[in-house]
């Protein structure tokens, strides 16, 4: 073989195994224009030689968790763990009997905890994850996530993850991208999963969140969990934590409902950098749930649908889009 | 030559690079036990074979900024910008005559503002850190940063960082350790330099804080920074700022004062991995500055240095155990 030819076959070959490479990127999902997208950003911001490189340290992607990367029906999850963790523990607490909110729950009369801007599930939450050390409630969680089963999916809660978006947070990470969970789940709820499910270290976890209160034991130092200073990160909070906690603009934004628009506009409005904003659009019935303005609980997505074409963010639709939902 | 001999050589060299290697280690310490018992401590979390290795994702070491990575006197740096910006923004507030804190710190009167916990120094870093937005407040800080100059040094303040501390801060980092600051100062303060001075990103900044508010306005989204729910990243505020935004204990911990006690203990008490705490003691009045019990402003140290020997925490003196105070 002379060497032209020797070269011609290894160009035929570097191009097959780029046209493969390109193939492999976001497997479980179809050639829709929310893939194309996201793969013509990660290009263009990692490409050195485009006007719209970003430097490593400044590719801060962050995700929404609930209804963006796993689901959020019949109830968030941390809904379900607060009310399977209220029947655990109502022998103790004869109290309840007079707490509304409880009885509702218990009940299973979930409409009555939405209202007011979820005040009831936020006293559901806090009166579950308040009391205890962090470590104990840490341990509540994990032994909830062995036990506690989807009642759709017949599966622990913590497999129902969305596979498209397990590899977007993989694809990001391999082009030098941090990720954050950016969610109004608890900060202390979502940190017991977040490393072995997401590959998302704690410390780029963010949630809302109550003071803890540090004590020097005799057996060591523990923190209290409390109900006091309550932070919903939630819709104009996420912007709020995301300054807090990170201190500087994302590039990239994924989320599902109208509580990520703030966020989504922090990202993508007036950023120095090239930017992306995707919106996770619940369109599936059968393989999952369709919900936008009608959410069963929460989730309600119309004002950052509305303003999506204006911002040029992206929209998934999750029945046309994924091949797949759940990792398996 | 054979094989044997280039073997040989081989490694005579080896040994060699591993020896200057070693001298190369943190080279403006002297050989004092304090940088033999970091070094010590390194190389065992680091070690697999060791019974104490640590997971790269584990490693996480926590700095006190104030006193321990820069000096904090006459005052702290953060104190000085506030005196400076009350100055330059006196002729637009007429109304700072009547208050007392304002006036004693135009005055040079320092002790008032020290009085219960701080609450002047907190007024005066409240009063020129709010009402104005996250980028704004930036802007301004980076102004006084090129100005500005230290009384005493006679140099900008960035450039007065403790050169034996930057050199344990990147021998951590490539030792795949991550380093955060955890200090009294404002997040939104620190992380105007922290990046380029520390080589430490925002998202691994944990200082005082206060509410930021989210506004979408016509040239785009901004956070403005307000009064309310200041929170002080001193004493037991600094484990539950480091639960709140880290989510894991450190196994390193480098602080100079009794604000960094609690801090202290949390790191290395009941801690499941070998830890290390660190003290760097004030004792070189000729090059920096002597203080323990009785300092000018902040940086009191005595519970703390009581409580090192039965806490095992090692104090740098720095009169002895550095060779050179300042980074060129």
């Known amino acids: 073989m002379n060497l032209n030819r020797l070269a011609l076959y290894l160009c035929v070959l570097s191009t097959l195994v780029g046209i493969c490479w390109a193939d492999d990127l ?19 911001v990692t490409n050195k030689d485009s006007s719209g490189f970003v430097p490593v340290a400044e590719r801060i992607a962050v995700f929404d968790n609930d209804g963006t990367l796993w689901p959020e029906n019949p109830l968030p999850f941390q809904i379900a763990f607060s009310i399977d963790e209220l029947r655990r523990q109502l022998p103790e607490h004869p109290e309840w009997k007079d707490d509304k909110f409880i009885q509702s729950a218990l009940a299973g009369d979930i409409a009555p905890l939405l209202a007011d801007h979820y005040k009831g599930l936020f006293h559901l ?8 050390t962090t470590t104990a409630f840490a341990a509540r969680v994990r032994d909830w996530l062995v036990t506690a089963k989807h009642p759709k999916f017949a599966k622990p809660y913590d497999q129902l993850t969305y596979q498209p978006m ?26 017991v999963f977040s490393e072995r499910v997401y590959g998302i270290v704690p410390e780029q976890v963010l949630g809302s969140h109550a ?7 005799t057996d060591g130092p ?9 932070f919903v990160d939630d819709g104009p909070g996420k912007p709020e934590a995301i300054h807090q906690f990170i201190g500087r603009r994302p590039i ?41 303005a009608h959410p069963k609980s929460s989730g309600k997505l119309v004002a950052a649908l509305a303003d999506a074409p204006k911002r040029n963010w992206i929209i998934v639709d999750m029945k046309t889009d994924w091949r797949t939902i759940f990792a398996d």
Chains 1, 2 share one sequence.
């Open 222 to 230: 523990v923190l209290l969990k409390t109900m006091n200073s309550l």
């Open 166 to 191: 397990q590899e977007v947070l993989a694809y990001l990470r391999s082009n030098g991208f941090k990720t954050f969970l950016v969610s109004g789940g608890g900060s202390d709820f979502m940190r």
């Open 26 to 44: 976001l497997p479980s999902w179809t050639d829709a224009p929310s893939k194309k997208a996201i793969i013509a950003f990660v290009e263009n």
């Open 211 to 217: 003071a803890v209160v540090y004590e020097l034991r």
């Open 125 to 132: 939450v806090a009166v579950t994850g308040s009391g205890m």
């Open 252 to 292: 990239a934004c994924f989320g599902n409902s109208d509580g990520d628009k703030a966020m989504l506009e922090y990202t993508t409005m007036a950023n120095p950098h090239p930017s992306l904003g995707v919106i996770v659009h619940h369109t599936d019935s059968e393989r999952e749930y369709a919900y936008d």
